[in-house]
């Protein structure tokens, strides 16, 4: 059995869709439940958590309506305005619904390098823990050092690092991102998934061999008690097939027992977002 904590729909349009560059063509188009179903037939994965790809409250409704719909997504990570006012009120609302587990920003896309560390966003984030609500992290890795300043203030908050904070494995640049890593990893309250790495890298060349570092690191400083398998389709598919993926990241669990494999592919996940 295996839960894919990271993937995405699209109702694909150019203009809320503008991330997706020419270099991304292959995934301009809508990725809905029926294609993820498909793409999952041959493979061990039996459930998922879907994750916003638009940050607006639209989204959230969206998400939580296929979630409604469809028995094999097991949940969902949403987007709230978490600097907002009247938060306190939109979480009271959403956190009724039984599919809404956790709540994510795209901080990667914020121009103000405090951003993370904002008054108003905190906030929002400190209530999140009245909610039973988890916080997917989503940081490029130049933001770890803030980040950690920002978990430090949330030590009762459960945090989901997305995307193991986007190394820059396309120039194989390891420092300082893996002694960052290994610091936010000594917070107990912080998980990591195993995701987005291909994309990272080069599209056309990455290597097993290049990616291999990456994962040492994060499967030494997390451990299999704190880490989740995602695939981050369809957004993978611009550097490599869903099943590839799986297996690469099987393969590099392999140094770990069976059941500790099991905790990494599907009950950290059930754990976590409370599945």
Not at 45 to 50: F, H, I, K, S, Y
Not at 72 to 96: C, H, Q, R
Not at 206 to 218: C, N
Request: hydrophobic letters at 40%.
């Amino acid at each position: 059995m295996i839960i894919d904590t990271h993937h995405h729909y699209w109702d694909y349009n150019p203009v809320e869709f503008d991330w997706i560059d020419d270099e991304m063509a292959t995934i301009r188009r809508s990725f809905l439940p029926e294609d993820l179903k498909t793409t999952l037939k041959d493979t061990n994965v039996t459930g998922v958590v879907t994750v916003q790809a638009r940050q607006c409250l639209e989204e959230t409704d969206w998400l939580l309506k296929l979630a409604a719909e469809n028995d094999f997504m097991k949940g969902i990570v949403g987007w709230l305005p978490l600097a907002a006012e009247n938060i306190d009120e939109l979480l009271t609302k959403y956190s009724s619904n039984q599919w809404l587990k956790a709540v994510r920003h795209v901080v990667q896309g914020e121009p103000d390098p405090e951003f993370i560390l904002g008054k108003e966003f905190n906030r929002g984030i400190t209530l999140l823990k009245n909610y039973g609500l988890v916080y997917d992290i989503l940081i490029f890795e130049h933001q770890l050092p803030n980040t950690i300043r920002f978990v430090d203030q949330h030590p009762d908050q459960q945090f989901v690092l997305d995307h193991i904070a986007k190394p820059r494995i396309k120039v194989n640049a390891f420092e300082p991102w893996a002694k960052n890593i290994r610091e936010l990893a000594k917070r107990e309250n912080v998980s990591c998934k195993i995701s987005g790495m291909v994309t990272e890298a080069d599209f056309k060349s990455w290597t097993e061999e290049q990616l291999r570092p990456y994962f040492d690191v994060v499967l030494e400083a997390f451990g299999p008690k704190r880490l989740l398998y995602g695939s981050d389709w369809p957004v993978c598919l611009v550097a490599t097939e869903y099943a590839n993926w799986l297996n690469l990241v099987k393969k590099n669990l392999a140094q770990f027992s069976a059941e500790e494999q099991d905790m990494i592919l599907y009950k950290n996940a059930e754990k976590a977002y409370q599945l």
